[in-house]
């Protein structure tokens, strides 16, 4: 299979969805201080205040199917802006809510959308781009994600500070506009039924592409896979600030806590990266160990009330982000082909959807059902350990011939 070749415009579209991830999953991830000032401001509990990023994280998996489907109409371009365009409208509509029920609607509903869409086809033209360095392209783009996460929240206590919250939100809809400039930089195209080579990914030459994928249990395991990883990788995000302040630490330890998360975040998307691209790696296997550890520190974090512990949990948990993003992909790149990559990527996310609504409240419930942040955590781990023990099977039952996205089902891009 003949390498695919690079230009210029490569780089550019490494640096537009790295804005794109940024500012969308970058804000999405920082919730966990928006949790703090909409407990205050509204006073309505844990559980309920939890919904807030519960919809949101669940709308960005339920339109995921829809954003595919439609990019299919009317291209990967157009429907990026247009996720970037209601990611504005909701949160400025966020800056003049008078109670929560708005806010489940403008951030939960409406910017949760915009965010799913963009993500969507952040991942998708990343993926379709790519071939060989296609993990390390990723994972330099979706460190937007980690850098947005790293800065937002030390941005946005700032903010809070001088303008309140009202106003950060409006700054904050100001920044998502980039979003609509970022997916304007895309030319790349989905591949055409015609295009579909006959060594797609674990599929047969006399079968439809689409029904392989509907009948392939490998494909349904992976549903699962995600249920059960976003079920954890949500809710610690969403109660982790929550809990410092439950074991005492300050306001500003539990600012860094959330930014110590995106950093080390940044440092293991980067890594794992990496490591998927070497030949001798058995990306399978890579997904089990990396999905199993961050599981194992969800226990480690009620070990101990000190703020290093916290720190050490929380860096050995932000190893999921490159689990979810590299090494994931590349797995379900082995498992579909180009011709079913967006759909199938799409519907996938519903189910990370489904894990992200039920995370955060399930954890809520348990820490309210209990009267212990503990509880919530030994929920979250013994997740990501289903998690884990979800991809055995997938190792064991692998396609022997490794496939990638070949350059034949990517429409070539112009040299700039």
């Not at 506009?177 to 895309?186: E, Q």
């Not at 992200?356 to 399930?362: E, H, I, Q, R």
Request: hydrophobic share 50%; glycine share 8%; proline share 3%.
């Amino acid at each position: 299979m003949e390498t695919k070749r690079y230009s210029a415009y490569s780089f550019v579209l490494i640096l537009a969805m790295f804005v794109l991830f940024a500012l969308s999953s970058g804000i999405a991830y920082s919730f966990g201080l928006y949790h703090l000032i909409f407990l205050e401001v509204f006073q309505k509990g844990s559980t309920i205040t939890a919904w807030i990023s519960s919809i949101n994280m669940g709308m960005q998996g339920f339109v995921a199917p829809v954003a595919s489907l439609l990019s299919d109409r009317i291209g990967l371009k157009w429907t990026a802006m247009v996720g970037g365009f209601l990611s504005f409208v909701g949160l400025l509509v966020t800056a003049f809510a008078p109670n929560i029920h708005v806010v489940f609607f403008s951030i939960g509903i409406l910017t949760g959308i915009g965010f799913g869409i963009v993500y969507t086809m952040g991942t998708v033209v990343i993926a379709l781009h790519f071939d060989r360095w296609r993990p390390i392209a990723l994972a330099i783009a979706q460190s937007g994600l980690n850098v947005g996460s790293f800065v937002y929240p030390i941005f946005g206590e700032w903010i809070l500070g001088v303008y309140g919250w009202r106003g950060t939100m409006l700054v904050t809809s100001a920044l998502t506009l980039n979003m609509v400039a970022a997916g304007a930089v895309i030319r790349e195209k989905l591949p055409t039924q015609a295009e579909k080579s006959a060594d797609d990914a674990e599929s047969k030459p006399t079968q439809s592409g689409r029904r392989q994928m509907w009948t392939n249990w490998k494909y349904w395991l992976c549903h699962v896979l995600c249920f059960f990883m976003y079920f954890a990788l949500i809710s610690f995000t969403t109660h982790i600030a929550s809990y410092a302040q439950y074991l005492g630490h300050s306001d500003s330890n539990t600012v860094m806590l959330i930014s110590i998360q995106a950093l080390s975040g940044f440092i293991c998307r980067n890594g794992l990266s990496f490591v998927a691209s070497l030949q001798r790696t058995d990306i399978y296997w890579l997904l089990f160990v990396t999905t199993l550890v961050p599981g194992l520190c969800h226990f480690m974090v009620t070990f101990s009330d000190s703020f290093v512990m916290l720190c050490v949990s929380t860096m050995l948990h932000s190893i999921i982000y490159g689990t979810i993003g590299p090494v994931f992909i590349e797995v379900i790149c082995l498992i579909l082909g180009a011709e079913d990559f967006a759909l199938g990527y799409g519907c996938l996310e519903v189910s990370m959807a489904v894990g992200a609504l039920l995370g955060p409240p399930a954890s809520g419930f348990a820490y309210e059902g209990s009267g212990s942040y503990e509880t919530s955590f030994y929920v979250t781990g013994t997740s990501l350990i289903i998690a884990a023990f979800c991809t055995i099977p997938l190792a064991l039952n692998r396609n022997t011939q490794s496939t990638v996205i070949s350059e034949s089902e990517t429409k070539e891009v112009n040299n700039v």
